[in-house]
């Protein structure tokens, strides 16, 4: 099971963290995605981490503002968010893999977590 929390409204350049906590897996054998949903819209990747952070493919959209990083002790991940924009409005889902290596198809994710909404205002 994953539950994600951090979600909120921010102003445009701001910052906010989510996190992704898991129960029920053997945590450090998955790897952890980030996707997320604007109305309207598929939901879309936003970054992967593996399995013990070593490898972090992330969106373009989102290169070089959010971090991701995980606790495998702690069996949560976090996605640090800067400088977001009104474009990264959405409802953010994590999803966990058990897989030897990262990937961004959302097909390929076997648990999804609730999501947390994101609203970043202008």
């Known amino acids: 099971q994953l539950q994600a929390s951090g979600g909120g409204l921010v102003q445009a350049g701001g910052s906010l963290r989510l996190s992704c906590a898991a129960s029920g897996l053997t945590f450090s054998r998955y790897i952890i995605g980030w996707f997320r949903q604007a109305p309207g819209k598929e939901r879309e990747f936003v970054v992967v981490?593996?399995?013990?952070?070593?490898?972090?493919l992330y969106a373009d959209s989102v290169k070089g503002r959010f971090t991701i990083s995980r606790d495998n002790a702690k069996n949560t991940v976090y996605l640090q968010m800067n400088n977001v924009k009104p474009e990264d409005t959405a409802v953010y889902y994590c999803?966990?893999?058990?897989?030897?290596?990262?990937?961004?198809?959302?097909?390929?994710?076997?648990?999804w977590g609730q999501g947390t909404l994101v609203t970043v205002s202008s």
């Open positions: 999803a966990a893999d058990l897989t030897s290596y990262p990937t961004k198809a959302k097909t390929d994710y076997d648990y």
């Open positions: 981490i593996g399995h013990n952070g070593g490898i972090r």
